[in-house]
Structure formats: C-alpha cells, structure tokens
C-alpha cells in the first residue's frame, strides 16, 4: 500500500510540474461572423456546429454521451455568489462561490467542472455561464448598494449599483485573466454573463417589486436628464407636473399593485413608462458592461452571450425584459438566448422568447437553451436532495411525457426548429441523465451531422411570407402588469399551427427589413401606429401587401386600395382563421391542419400530435428527400405525403431541382 502512495505521489508531481512547466496555450479565437449570410459560430477561424451540452449536476459519464454524439461544446455554471439562483424558492447553490472575500477567489468549483469534461472529451470547447450576483459577505459589507425591501430588508445587489458593477467587474476579469493563464486556456471559448432571478437578468422579486435604494433612485435621475437631454421644462411636460426637478424625481411604485384591466394613458403615465424603461435599459446596460470587460480582458478571444429579450413571452414588465433594441446595437455581445416557450405539451410550438429575426439581423447568434424534459426526467429532489427544498421544482412542468417516442418526437422538434431557422442552441440536461438514451443521443448526433453536412443557409429555397413585428415596450403599457399583453402574445400558438412559417422582428427593424417576400405584415402589440408607420403602410399596401394591426383597441386588417375591416376588441386568432387571412393575401399553406411547421434554410419540419397521413404543399416544384436515410420522396414537386405517428416530429430536405420540368414519384406512406 505505501508503496502504491509513493507511485501515486510521484505521478501526481510529475503533472503538477507539467502544467507549471509549459505556458498555457491561448485562448482559440471565438467569434460570431456571417456565413451565408446567417450568424454563424466560427472557433479557431472555422465555422463549428452552435451546438452544445450543459447541465447543472455536470457528469463525465453525460459529457462522454455527449462527446459520442458529436457534441464538442460544452457549458457548465460557476458562481460569484454563494446562493441558489431562484431568490424565492430557497434551492441552494449549485456550486460554491468564487468570490470568497475581499480580493480572495477560489477557482476550484471551475477546475472541477473542466476536469470532468476533458476527461471525457479531450477535444471540448467550453463556455462558462458565470453568475454575477454578489455573495452574503458583500451584501453585509455593502448595506446600502443593495435592493432595499419595504421592510427594511435587502434582496441582493441593486442592479443600480455602481459599487456592484465595478466590483463584480473586477471579480469577472480577475475571473477571466486566471482563465486564460490556467491549463484550461486552449478549451475556453466564452463567458456567458449571468445575473438576476434564475440567472436570466431578471430583478428579484416574489410577488412584488421593490428597490428603494439610493443608487437606483440616483440612477433613474442621470437617467432622466439623459432621456429628456437635461431640460426640465420638456420632463414637467411629459409627466404633467409642475413641481418635478431632475434631482427630486423619483421612479413610479411598479411593485404590483394593479391599476386595473386597462392600458396606460401616455399623456398621464408617463412617469410609469419612463419608470419601466429606465427599469429594462438597466439591465441591458450591465449586461453590455459586463461583456465589453470581457472582450477587453482576452483581447476579443472569447464569445460573450446572455439571457435577455423575453418580450414574446414575459408579459410582466417588472421582470426588466425591454431593452433588446438596445443590446443589439452593443458590439460587446455575440449572442443572446432564452429557454423555449413554456408550453410544452406535444402538439405545440414552443417558439424562443424574443424576436430571432431581428437578432440575426443585428450580426448576432442565438442561442436557444433546449430544456427539454424527457421520459427519463426526474425530480432535482431526486437527484439533489441536499439542494432542493421540500416541495419545489415538483410540478407538471418538471416532468416529461411518458414514453421514449414522444420523448425523441419533442427533441427533434427543438432540433428541426434550430435548422430551419438557423440558430444554434444547448442541449439542457438540468439535473442530469435526461437525454441518456440511443433514441435521444440519436438527434443530438443527427442536428451536428445535419448542419456540418448542408452548409448553413446554401439551398435556402424558402422564405416566410409571413411578417411578424413586435413592441417590446408594449407592455409597459399594460396597467395589468402582463394580463392584457399575455392575451395578445398567446397568438403565437395560433402562429405555429397556421401553416406557413413566419418571421419574427422587432418594431422599429421595419424600417431596415426588405418586404419583398411578404405577403402579410402584423403588428402584433402596438399602442398605436405613429407617422412614419403610417407611411410604410401606406407604401406595403400599394405593393399587394396585407398588413394587420393589433393594439389597445383591437385588430384591423388593411388590405390594398382602402380596404380595411376593423375587428373592436379582437385581440386573439385561432390557427384556422389565421390560415384564412394568410389564404387572402396569397401566402402559400404548406399544411391545412394544426400541425406545428417550420421552413427555412433548405428544411421543412412537421410535429404533430396526431397519427395520421399528411398531405404537404410546397410554393415550387422541388426535390424532397428525408435526410436521415437519404431516401428521395418526390421529384419536382409540389405536394408529397407522408405517414406520422402521433408525437412525432419529421425533418424533410426541400432544395430546387435543376431545370424546371416536373417529375412525380409515387407518394411515401
């Protein structure tokens, strides 16, 4: 036995002196550029699949699953703090804190996580989701730089805190200067910034919002003389009071008491919309600071990303999801995410949470977090306990159908959803063990096949027809606090079984988006059309184009020569009418069901709920062939069928065919 030891010792100087001996090697250069025309990953000046595997109990035996599939980019969590990421549900933490005290840091939670993914792929590419929210001995240290409660009671960091911003700025290049020095320099390729309510930049709060502290109420004043360029006569008009000075103005109390079911009145709120917009360009403007620190900090080396832009789900305007416009113009960031939507019954589209379109079209990539639950799931208490207190993370929504065949149907459903629309994404395998099975690891590896063998955006046959733009303010408008605006979002399940794809942008790239493709233009969420609106309605109208309105008062459809049916009060669409509005305005059906359809970038997906033959029309005679087996199921064609099982999903290559004659071949069951 000593003798064992003695051996043991000797190898483990033997690495240890290795690591010591020879300089790490830099940091591989990580970069989103446009490839096709689409954002696109490139590491080390290569394009590589945007795919990755995470998991917050990270195992090497998953990573191995993972690497098996194809899968060479990884994230894991690390932790300026030392608490649970939900502030309301009492989870501890999922690793312990870097941030040790004043100017002390522990890295070992972030080698441990490197050692069990390297030991499992040798070849990974990492990107750390790094948690920015301050530790218990800061916040007793720091007192008054924190969000101040009714109560008297604090609730972490203001993220109005200058004092939190520099600090944790300097913890965070301290954090990424270790990185790039340490043996794990060759395999780190970004730093995803993380802050706020489940790490996604949202304020903390239960059931109502509040931060009474003297940073934020100094913010939101240099806020103000910024907004309305330090004239005083323009903010007394705005908010309609005679006595409001830039240095006794104060935010609007947004905690939650409701101001009924009704919009706001802009010419009597304006202090609460100035308050929420100050609210939302808050929290885009850290997550800015903090990627501009670590593109600073590695020379522009790594890729920097974040969770924010909910406005197509989070109707609560107090979460702090408003001010994506304004991230898309910061030339720090590379790309933003968000989980699917939440409504995750089979037979349903769970589309991203913010305008995809409108990211790509800003030079970003986004990153879809594919949460998927699976039959394997299985509660945190169980695979945690430690960490999960008594009844939390139980309910439905941890939990995944029942079976390994609607299992697979939903992760090719996230998977044709990322191809067709070109976007990347990671494979969220929360507590573990969720995808460890043949039929799971079998998309995981299909998406890399997939995207490495079509090149992304060649082949790209089809294009949506369908134009969606979206206000991210709309809901600042809401005296609700999301109830009203929830109603008008909930169309986008309508929108996902139409029967045609759609594009989703946000409201002022109307201005830059080309409309040639589109046959229909709504704008879904506005308070109202201004001037310059106006205008370009006038000018898609006299093109052919339909456009649509939904705002406070309802929805009005304008169709061409001044023809336009007004529908008071009508806010919500089921899939069939919108099929018919789409119908007449000429954009092409491919399904005339409520099947789930994506297209795009040379891909056709179909997800169903049920079994049955589809009968599919495509806008061009096209090649049709299924892209797991290489089998050819039409020829220049403009229609094929194919048998599904209920809760499946099916993927289908559409490219031209050379020349234009037409050829059938007998239709696939």
């Not at 894991?76 to 501890?92: E, K, Q, V």
């Not at 944790?168 to 309510?197: D, M, Q, T």
């Not at 939390?392 to 149907?409: F, K, N, R, T, V």
Request: hydrophobic share 40%.
């Amino acid at each position: 036995m000593d003798s064992m030891r003695k051996v043991l010792t000797i190898l483990l100087l033997v690495f240890v002196f290795s690591i010591s001996a020879f300089p790490a090697k830099a940091a591989p250069r990580a970069e989103v550029k446009a490839f096709n025309g689409i954002p696109t990953l490139f590491i080390k000046n290569r394009p590589s699949p945007p795919f990755a595997y995470m998991s917050y109990l990270g195992e090497t035996r998953f990573y191995r699953e993972a690497a098996e599939a194809g899968i060479h980019l990884y994230c894991f969590p690390a932790y300026l703090g030392d608490r649970g990421i939900n502030s309301t549900s009492g989870i501890g933490p999922f690793r312990p804190s870097i941030w040790t005290g004043e100017n002390r840091f522990d890295y070992s939670s972030i080698e441990n996580d490197f050692d069990r993914i390297l030991l499992a792929d040798p070849s990974a590419s990492v990107i750390i989701r790094l948690h920015l929210d301050v530790p218990r001995w800061w916040e007793e240290k720091n007192p008054a730089e924190c969000a101040l409660q009714p109560d008297g009671t604090l609730l972490r960091q203001s993220f109005s805190s200058e004092l939190w911003k520099k600090q944790a700025g300097e913890a965070l290049e301290n954090c990424v200067r270790w990185l790039l020095k340490s043996p794990y320099a060759s395999h780190l390729a970004g730093i995803h910034v993380a802050a706020g309510f489940t790490e996604e930049w949202f304020y903390h709060f239960s059931n109502r919002f509040s931060d009474g502290s003297k940073p934020r109420i100094a913010a939101f004043r240099q806020w103000l003389r910024q907004r309305y360029l330090n004239d005083l006569t323009s903010l007394q008009k705005a908010w309609g009071l005679e006595n409001i000075r830039f240095d006794n103005a104060c935010p609007a109390d947004i905690g939650g008491y409701e101001t009924g079911s009704r919009w706001l009145d802009p010419k009597k709120d304006m202090r609460i919309l100035d308050t929420f917009r100050f609210h939302a360009s808050t929290m885009a403007g850290n997550i800015a600071y903090f990627c501009k620190i670590v593109k600073d900090t590695s020379d522009r080396a790594l890729l920097t990303g974040a969770f924010y832009g909910y406005h197509f789900y989070v109707s609560d305007p107090r979460r702090g999801h408003g001010a994506l416009s304004m991230l898309l113009e910061c030339p720090d960031l590379d790309y933003l995410s968000s989980p699917n939507v939440y409504d995750r019954a089979i037979g349903k589209d769970w589309p991203p949470m913010a305008a995809v379109q409108s990211v790509q079209l800003h030079g970003k990539l986004w990153m879809a977090e594919n949460d998927t639950r699976t039959s394997l799931t299985r509660l945190l208490k169980e695979r945690a306990p430690q960490i999960c207190p008594p009844g939390q993370y139980e309910s439905s929504i941890w939990l995944g159908p029942p079976d390994i065949s609607s299992s697979a149907g939903l992760l090719w459903k996230d998977a044709a959803r990322m191809l067709c629309y070109g976007y990347g994404g990671w494979w969220f395998d929360m507590w573990g063990g969720w995808f460890s099975n043949p039929a799971f690891l079998q998309v995981l590896k299909s998406t890399v096949t997939l995207y490495n063998k079509h090149l992304l955006g060649k082949g790209k046959t089809i294009s949506s027809q369908v134009c969606i733009l979206a206000d991210e303010e709309f809901h600042f408008h809401d005296g609700s606090y999301g109830k009203l605006t929830g109603r008008i979002l909930s169309n986008r399940e309508a929108l996902g079984k139409s029967g045609a794809p759609y594009d989703l942008y946000l409201r002022p790239d109307g201005e830059r988006i080309k409309v040639d493709p589109y046959r229909i233009i709504w704008f879904l969420g506005v308070p109202e059309i201004n001037s310059a609106e106006a205008i370009k309605i006038q000018q898609w109208l006299e093109s052919g184009i339909t456009v649509l309105v939904t705002d406070r008062q309802g929805t009005t459809i304008h169709h061409g020569r001044g023809n336009s049916i007004i529908y008071k009060n009508r806010y919500t669409w089921t899939a069939e009418e919108l099929r018919g509005i789409w119908r007449g305005a000429s954009v092409h059906v491919y399904i005339d069901n409520d099947d789930i359809l994506y297209a795009g970038n040379g891909w056709l997906g179909i997800h169903t709920a049920e079994g049955e033959e589809k009968q599919i029309s495509l806008p061009f005679p096209a090649n049709i062939t299924d892209p797991l087996n290489g089998n050819e199921l039409a020829v220049s064609s403009r229609s094929f069928r194919v048998y599904m099982a209920a809760g499946t999903t099916r993927l289908f290559r559409i490219e031209r065919p050379v020349g234009s004659r037409e050829i059938l071949v007998p239709d696939i069951k």
